[in-house]
Every structure is written in C-alpha cells, then in structure tokens.
C-alpha cells in the first residue's frame, strides 16, 4: 500500500514523513547517508579513490601525463576533469556522447580544481557524480611517480555537500535522487575547513539568509567528519 | 548607477540597456554593465519539441553563445543556472506543453559576465511580455586580495585582473530580496561571504529601479 502511494503522490508520501522530521529511509532531516572510502582500488591509474553514500557509487581515477602547457599558462600544468555519466548505472543516463547534466559537473569539479589554486602535473582525485542513484560528492588524492613515489601535494581539501529544498522551506541534508526530483532547489557547498571554495545554488526557490547559513554550517561540519574518514582511510593502505 | 556622493563604499558599474531593437523576436535587450556586454532574444510562449514538452507547464529553453567557436562546458553551465533561474521566476504553469526560449549572445566578454546574462535575459522576458512570478536581478561581487570587496573592478581590456581572489554572482528575487542563486569562483571566507551577499542585495535594489526606469522610458509616449 506503502508503495502505491509513494508512486502515485511523491510529494504527498514525503510531506507525511517531513511532518514528523524524519525521512522515509530513516534518517533525519541532516543526516547524511552512510559513507564508505576505498582508497587506490585502481591500480593501473596514478590515484583512484571509491565512495558510496547510500546507494550512489562513485569511482575516481587520476592518470597522470607529461603534456605541453597551454600557451596562457606556461609554467603550470593543467587539469581535465571528466564526469562519465555511465548508462549502466541508471536509467536517467542515455548512452551516447556526454550528455548536458554531465558536462555540467564536469565544469563543476573544474572550477573546484581550479580554486585548489596550485601547480599541478596530475592531480587530485576529486567528483560530484552519479553511477547508481544519485547526484553525490567527495574527494581524494594520492599519486604515484615510477620509482620513487611522490605524493601529490594539495593545498587543501575541499569537500562538497549537497542540500535539496523541499516544498521551499524544508532542507533536506544529501539528497538521494527521489528526493533530488521532488526538490524545489539544490545548494551545493564546498569548502576546505576555513573557507568557501565553491558555492553552488542553481536557481530553484529563493532561500532567506538563514537557510543559506544553515547549508554552509552544515557543510564545515561535514568536512571535519569526511576528513577524519579520509585520514583514517589514507593511513590504513600502504603505497 | 553611480552612488553619486563621492564615497569610498563600492557601487555598480553604469549599466545601459536597449530594449526591443530586434524585430524577429518577441523580446529582446541589449545589456552593458562595466565591460560586459550580453544581447538576449526571447521567443515565446511557442510550440514546443515532442520530446521536450512537459504537460503541466512551459519549457524554458536556454541557449548561450559564446563570441567565438562552439559553446563549451562553461557555456553549458551557465545555461544550466540561467534556466534554473527563470524556471522558479517565469509563471510556467501559464503555459502549459510550450516553449519559452531564451537565447543569449555574449558580445563583449569581462568579469561578471554571468550577472550580465541574467540581468539581460530578464529584461528580454520583460520586453515580451512573458508574465513572471517576480522579477531577478543578479549582482557580482569581487573579493580582492586584500580582502576589500568591489563591485566593478577597473579592469583593462582583455585582461584578467589579478587581484581578484574571489568573485560571487548572486540571483535575488525581488520579493524579500531572497537568494535565488549562487555561484562563486575562488575562495573566501564565511564572513566574507555574509558581506558580499549584504553588499549584493544593496545593490540589487537598484538593478530593480534601472529595470523599471528602463522599461518606463520603453513604454512612455510623448503627447
């Protein structure tokens, strides 16, 4: 009956649960899904790193590789990132060439690249992308050179997180991509602990200051949990 | 747009717009604001493609071109935040199962060109009569290695300005002056954030009057 309901009234099934401050796979209203790292799964790329939030899996690899400089910025190296929106991982994707939801996460995590603001030969691992369900986010880095291994330096470590707007009041903390569908509004925040490093609210309802404070709030907490697990990550595999 | 008294608080660059110079489309404008200059057509409400029809309201379709070559990721991802923006702004729901296209044209590229596209594309929309649930206006704000704020940096002709770490591009909704959107490039911190957007929304007050006196100039006869 459940399930009837939540296919004929979406809207209506997730206003019930709201009333009550909870959400129909349990969690609460800023609660994010379980969160599991895997780190250098990829052994054929310089650095790869794997997450899943819930039931959005990501994986993320680095390859490295000596390229002439782009004319403007001669003594820098440069970054390409590309989000593959695979077909077989949901059947919102289309096969065929990047279609504009991927090529508009591309030039997301590009500019998040960018704000890292240094000299890079190859680079973080870092996405906002979806194989199985969602739209979700994290980052990583790790690096490999032939014989002697240099880890990649970072300046610092952004982590994104992601709040949906429901009915233009509720905030809802990591969004799965139901939820994402009925949202009214998306915010994205990344920061790296101090700062901002990218803020990213695509239209959708207007939200009062409060609302944004509380979406950036949330956000710095959630980078000190996603380092702790990054860090507890990193120091367990041996490169 | 100038403040006018002389002061040392930053205030927006002269904007000025021609509205309605385009005979083909329902509505257009041409928006210069600092050094950037952005055209916008609107077409519309008009038949919509099968496969993009939706049943219960319009379909709003941007197209950004760029000056030179074929539109690349950045373009794409200011369509996504253009769209995105005169989704929840135009009363959609009017118009069910058609097509409300917003093409815009970059002519003149400078920072804030995304706040240029928005401010042009609403004043399109505003020339063709599309009704809206509330107008937008969007401002830029520059967060300059010193840590000091501006509104519309000096900058040389084709020429990035370093001094810029930070730049923000705030959306407000004329009701409540709420935030619409958000985009930023650079980091900065939350404090210099909460001083932006209390920049931004200041300034966006007379992003509105510029639109109503535009439009008032448009639409006024001479006896």
Request: proline share 5%; charged share 25%.
């Amino acid at each position: 009956m459940a399930d009837e309901f939540r296919t004929a009234q979406p809207k209506e099934y997730y206003r019930k649960f709201l009333e009550k401050d909870v959400r129909p796979d349990n969690r609460e209203l800023g609660e994010f899904r379980p969160t599991v790292l895997n780190i250098g799964s990829i052994s054929t790329a310089e650095g790869s790193a794997l997450i899943k939030l819930g039931n959005t899996t990501v994986i993320c690899g680095v390859k490295g590789e000596l390229a002439e400089p782009k004319t403007e910025t001669p003594k820098e190296g440069y970054i390409v990132p590309n989000v593959e929106l695979s077909a077989l991982c949901s059947p919102q994707f289309r096969p065929g060439p990047p279609s504009e939801q991927a090529q508009v996460l591309s030039q997301f995590v590009a500019d998040v690249i960018k704000n890292l603001g240094n000299w890079c030969g190859c680079s973080a691992l870092k996405n906002t992308a979806l194989p199985t369900v969602t739209v979700d986010e994290e980052t990583k880095k790790v690096e490999t050179d032939f014989k002697q291994q240099n880890m990649l330096h970072l300046s610092c470590c952004p982590i994104s997180s992601t709040c949906a707007v429901f009915d233009d009041t509720v905030l809802l903390v990591d969004p799965t991509s139901e939820e994402q569908t009925l949202a009214t509004g998306i915010v994205t925040v990344v920061t790296d602990g101090k700062n901002i490093c990218c803020l990213d609210k695509p239209g959708g309802s207007p939200l009062t200051d409060s609302q944004m404070r509380t979406c950036i709030e949330r956000a710095f907490q959630r980078h000190r949990e996603a380092c702790k697990l990054m860090e507890d990550t990193l120091c367990s595999i041996d490169r | 747009m100038e403040s006018g008294d002389g002061s040392s608080k930053p205030s927006l660059a002269a904007m000025t717009c021609v509205l309605g110079d385009l005979s083909q489309p329902d509505g257009s404008a041409e928006l210069t604001h600092g050094g950037a200059v952005v055209r916008a057509a609107v077409y519309g409400p008009c038949e919509v493609k099968m496969s993009k029809e939706i049943l219960d309201k319009a379909t709003i379709e941007v197209v950004f071109k760029p000056k030179v070559g074929l539109p690349r990721c950045e373009d794409k991802s200011r369509e996504r935040l253009i769209h995105d923006v005169f989704e929840a702004a135009v009363m959609v729901s009017l118009h069910p199962r058609s097509s409300i296209m917003i093409v815009l044209q970059e002519m003149e590229n400078a920072e804030g060109l995304m706040a240029t596209g928005v401010n042009a594309a609403c004043l399109a929309l505003l020339d063709a009569g599309i009704s809206m649930k509330f107008l937008v206006a969007a401002v830029v704000c520059f967060v300059k290695s010193d840590g000091s704020l501006d509104l519309s940096p000096e900058t040389q002709r084709g020429q990035a300005d370093l001094d810029i770490v930070a730049s923000l591009t705030f959306v407000f909704s004329e009701k409540d002056l709420n935030i619409m959107c958000v985009s930023s490039t650079g980091k900065y911190s939350v404090e210099q954030y909460d001083s932006c957007l209390h920049l931004c929304r200041e300034a966006s007050k007379s992003v509105f009057k510029f639109f109503r006196e535009s439009l008032e100039r448009k639409l006024s006869k001479s006896i």
